[in-house]
């Protein structure tokens, strides 16, 4: 009997070898998700896909966008009133102020020029009253100075004017001074540092300040723009907001027959209010500050030039007589003084005609027809000073310009005292008119956004109580 090699079996031969698994290598890349986190965006991207097409995720969306939009209507309406606000504060405070005081500078120089020239030719009798106006005039012009240029760039237009005001105002004073004391001694010298101060007055001085008040005259102008302007996306805003709760509030009827939801309804019913709010403040504001600009700045900008005009005058009346023809136009036909007097008063006239034309009351009427009065006065008065000249009787044609009766001086006096009445008038008026202009708007900033957040909580309630239905 054979046997199988090695010893083993025949069975044992054939029996079958099962392999046992394969070893995993130790290397193996664990399973991942895809890199990006993809699989948190698509779960994020089913859930928002879910919320919008079912009823509560749309109610959901609606919520949020309905308080949105409020949000930005509050906001945006409490900046541009804030903004609105402001711009009439700076006119009520500070740009018509100082507008005025441009003015004022102006008026002073103008007045202690003229005041310098009536005391000379009174001589040794030059009452104190005189001097005392003359001393005031130049007091309040460098007071006013000094305010200005604290409120005032040194590198803007204004800045530059109040620089060169500042240079050349002593210098004029000191001339006056010269004339003075030369003019006591009885030397000619006198009249001609006269002269010289005229001169730097009317090309220097009195320029500058006329640059000054148009420069702050600008200022205030476009304060008053700022404060008129209307403020577009607070409205549009709102508007917006409107008809997105008109909409939800539809849609809401539509789903459940239901013809209000309070929340909703007491959120439109919160942003109509604060739209007719800013709308109707805004258009009180606008209308008295116009009121204010056509009404009473204006008129003030035109009786202030009168006012400057009458002061030239006088001066070119008295410089006539302290010159005593020894300066001539250019073409050395006429006596200087004598041809910008005759052209100052014409340019007067035409003032008053204007002051007459914006004044828009009795009270405001009233006093320019004294100063027109008055003006005609003076004219007839100055022919026959100037014919007493002509004649060669001096003494009788300065007691015609300066007497105490009688004389061109109670024409000007009256004149300057009208158009200081109309102007204190004119100031009232235009004071009233921009402060309640700035009063349409106080307290709006805060109750647009006070009201417009309590739409947006309601909004938020009103379609909450909807999502209840479905839990």
Same mark, same amino acid.
């Given at each position: 009997?054979?046997?199988?090699?090695?010893?083993?079996?025949?069975?044992?031969?054939?029996?079958?070898?099962?392999?046992?698994?394969?070893?995993?290598?130790?290397?193996?890349?664990? #399973?991942?998700?895809?890199?990006?986190?993809?699989?948190?965006?698509?779960?994020?991207?089913?859930?928002?896909?879910?919320?919008?097409?079912?009823?509560?995720?749309?109610?959901?969306?609606?919520?949020?966008?309905?308080?949105?939009?409020?949000?930005?209507?509050?906001?945006?309406?409490?900046?541009?009133?804030?903004?609105?606000?402001?711009?009439?504060?700076?006119?009520?405070?500070?740009? #018509?102020?100082?507008?005025?005081?441009?003015?004022?500078?102006?008026?002073?120089?103008?007045?202690?020029?003229?005041?310098?020239?009536?005391?000379?030719?009174?001589?040794?009798?030059?009452?104190?009253?005189? *001097?005392?106006?003359?001393? #005031?005039?130049?007091?309040?012009?460098?007071?006013?100075?000094?305010?200005?240029?604290?409120?005032?760039?040194?590198?803007?237009?204004?800045?530059?004017?109040?620089?060169?005001?500042?240079?050349?105002?002593? *210098?004029?004073?000191?001339?006056?001074?010269?004339?003075?004391?030369?003019?006591?001694?009885?030397?000619? !010298?006198?009249?001609?540092?006269?002269?010289?101060?005229?001169?730097?007055?009317?090309?220097?001085?009195?320029?500058?300040?006329?640059?000054?008040?148009?420069?702050?005259?600008?200022?205030?102008?476009?304060?008053?723009?700022?404060?008129?302007?209307?403020?577009?996306?607070?409205?549009?805003?709102?508007?917006?907001?409107?008809?997105? !709760?008109?909409?939800?509030?539809?849609?809401?009827?539509? !789903?459940?027959?239901?013809?209000?939801?309070?929340?909703?309804?007491?959120?439109?019913?919160?942003?109509?209010?604060?739209?007719?709010?800013?709308?109707?403040?805004?258009?009180?504001?606008?209308?008295?500050?116009?009121?204010?600009?056509?009404?009473? #700045?204006?008129?003030?900008?035109?009786?202030?030039?009168?006012?400057?005009?009458?002061?030239?005058?006088?001066?070119?009346?008295?410089?006539?007589?302290?010159?005593?023809?020894?300066? !001539?136009?250019?073409?050395?036909?006429?006596?200087?003084?004598?041809?910008?007097?005759?052209?100052?008063?014409?340019?007067?006239?035409?003032?008053?005609?204007?002051?007459?034309?914006?004044?828009?009351?009795?009270?405001?009427?009233?006093?320019?027809?004294?100063?027109?009065?008055?003006?005609?006065?003076?004219?007839?008065?100055?022919?026959?000073?100037?014919?007493?000249?002509?004649?060669?009787?001096?003494?009788?044609?300065?007691?015609?310009?300066?007497?105490?009766?009688?004389?061109?001086?109670?024409?000007?006096?009256?004149?300057?005292?009208?158009?200081?009445?109309?102007?204190?008038?004119?100031?009232?008026?235009?004071?009233?008119?921009?402060?309640?202009?700035?009063?349409?708007?106080?307290?709006?900033?805060?109750?647009?956004?006070?009201?417009?957040?309590?739409?947006?909580?309601?909004?938020?309630?009103?379609?909450?109580?909807?999502?209840?239905?479905?839990?």
């Amino acid at each position: 009997m054979a046997h199988p090699p090695y010893g083993g079996t025949a069975h044992q031969a054939a029996a079958p070898v099962h392999p046992g698994p394969e070893p995993v290598p130790a290397y193996a890349p664990a #399973q991942t998700e895809p890199a990006g986190g993809g699989g948190a965006l698509a779960g994020v991207r089913r859930r928002m896909s879910g919320a919008a097409t079912t009823e509560p995720g749309r109610l959901r969306i609606t919520g949020a966008l309905l308080a949105v939009l409020l949000a930005v209507f509050g906001v945006t309406a409490a900046v541009a009133v804030s903004e609105r606000a402001a711009a009439a504060d700076d006119v009520v405070g500070r740009s #018509q102020p100082l507008s005025r005081d441009a003015a004022s500078v102006y008026r002073s120089l103008a007045d202690a020029n003229t005041t310098a020239s009536t005391g000379f030719l009174a001589g040794a009798e030059e009452s104190p009253a005189v *001097r005392e106006r003359y001393a #005031q005039d130049i007091s309040r012009a460098s007071r006013l100075l000094v305010t200005a240029a604290t409120h005032t760039d040194a590198s803007s237009e204004s800045g530059r004017q109040i620089a060169q005001l500042n240079e050349y105002l002593p *210098r004029y004073t000191g001339l006056i001074e010269s004339a003075r004391a030369n003019n006591r001694l009885g030397r000619p !010298l006198g009249g001609a540092y006269l002269r010289y101060a005229d001169a730097l007055m009317t090309e220097e001085l009195l320029p500058a300040a006329r640059r000054l008040h148009l420069a702050e005259s600008a200022r205030l102008e476009a304060d008053h723009e700022a404060a008129r302007s209307w403020p577009l996306a607070a409205p549009a805003a709102g508007v917006v907001a409107l008809a997105v !709760l008109g909409w939800a509030q539809r849609r809401n009827y539509r !789903l459940t027959n239901r013809v209000f939801n309070r929340g909703l309804l007491g959120a439109t019913v919160a942003a109509a209010l604060v739209l007719l709010w800013v709308v109707g403040a805004q258009a009180l504001a606008s209308s008295r500050l116009h009121e204010a600009d056509v009404h009473a #700045q204006r008129s003030l900008d035109v009786l202030n030039d009168a006012r400057i005009d009458a002061l030239r005058a006088r001066a070119n009346e008295n410089l006539t007589l302290v010159a005593r023809g020894a300066v !001539l136009t250019d073409d050395g036909k006429d006596d200087k003084y004598a041809a910008e007097y005759a052209q100052t008063m014409d340019t007067l006239g035409a003032a008053l005609e204007k002051a007459l034309h914006h004044a828009d009351d009795e009270e405001g009427r009233r006093p320019v027809d004294t100063a027109v009065r008055a003006m005609g006065e003076w004219r007839t008065r100055h022919d026959g000073a100037a014919g007493a000249d002509r004649e060669g009787d001096y003494e009788g044609a300065v007691r015609k310009v300066i007497g105490r009766e009688g004389s061109t001086n109670e024409c000007f006096d009256a004149v300057d005292a009208a158009l200081a009445e109309a102007l204190a008038h004119e100031q009232r008026e235009f004071t009233a008119a921009a402060v309640a202009g700035r009063s349409a708007l106080d307290g709006l900033a805060a109750g647009a956004a006070l009201l417009t957040l309590a739409g947006a909580v309601a909004a938020i309630l009103g379609v909450n109580r909807r999502l209840a239905e479905y839990r």
